[in-house]
């Protein structure tokens, strides 16, 4: 079976980086994310309604993007949090661009939203790049989404919960726990073992179109 093998973080980066190599660029690995997990959450949440994004600077951020803008093309009204800055890797700052074609409200790292009121939110703040404890912009964005889903709505963790390690499932204190994950592409421990698994929810597996070749790294 494709993608059985669960795989670490490092391991993960080393599959996209052939695939990258073997013609399927980052971005479009992103966008192929993005819309993956936007799909599951449009399953699961069919009427549009009030969407909240909490992004961190990095690639998982980027996903978040994607799923913004998805979600606004699809009738949504979307608010992105910012919730660490502006981001920096190159593939999250060209989808950040591409939300100012859009009605989306981006809101800066100090403008912290309410929690009450959303349908859903999506957990895009740390991904597989996390380890260690939060930091106070971290436990602000975590303590959000935990209260936002606390007041009804349906959390949505792109590839794992934040505050979570992906290799040690060890879970950080005010980490996010979520009604579904979807990862990209291969199970990491933190999708199966005990301690992560309570934090994810539902776990969702995702293609995001990596040739099997590419796994062999
Ligand atoms: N590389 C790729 O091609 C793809 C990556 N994807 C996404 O990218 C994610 C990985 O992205 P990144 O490697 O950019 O990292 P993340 O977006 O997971 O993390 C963001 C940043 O948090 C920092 N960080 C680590 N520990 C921290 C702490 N305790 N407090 C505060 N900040 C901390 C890291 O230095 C990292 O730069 C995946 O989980 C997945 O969602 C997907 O877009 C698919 C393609
Ligand atoms: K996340």
Not at 58 to 83: E, P, Y
Not at 140 to 154: I, Q, T, Y
Request: net charge negative; proline share 5%.
């Amino acid at each position: 079976m494709k993608n059985k093998a669960v795989v670490t973080a490092d391991q993960m980066k080393r599959i996209e980086q052939a695939a990258n190599e073997a013609g399927l660029l980052y971005i479009q690995m992103m966008e192929n994310a993005g819309r993956a997990a936007w799909a599951e959450l449009a399953a699961r949440c069919p009427a549009p309604g009030r969407l909240l994004v909490v992004a961190g600077k990095g690639n998982n951020g980027g996903d978040g993007f994607v799923i913004a803008r998805m979600a606004a093309k699809a009738g949504w009204k979307v608010s992105v949090w910012l919730a660490e800055g502006e981001p920096k890797t190159p593939d999250a700052c060209t989808n950040r661009a591409w939300l100012a074609e859009l009605p989306v409200t981006v809101l800066s790292a100090g403008e912290q939203p309410d929690a009450r009121g959303w349908q859903a939110a999506v957990d895009a703040l740390y991904g597989t790049g996390f380890h260690g404890a939060l930091r106070p912009a971290g436990q602000a964005a975590c303590g959000l989404l935990n209260r936002a889903r606390a007041s009804g709505a349906f959390v949505l963790a792109v590839d794992l919960p934040s505050g979570l390690c992906a290799d040690t499932s060890e879970a950080a204190e005010g980490a996010v726990q979520a009604d579904l994950t979807v990862c990209f592409d291969s199970r990491k421990p933190v999708h199966t073992e005990p301690q992560g698994a309570a934090y994810c929810g539902e776990v969702l597996l995702a293609d995001i179109g990596i040739p099997e070749a590419c796994h062999q790294v």
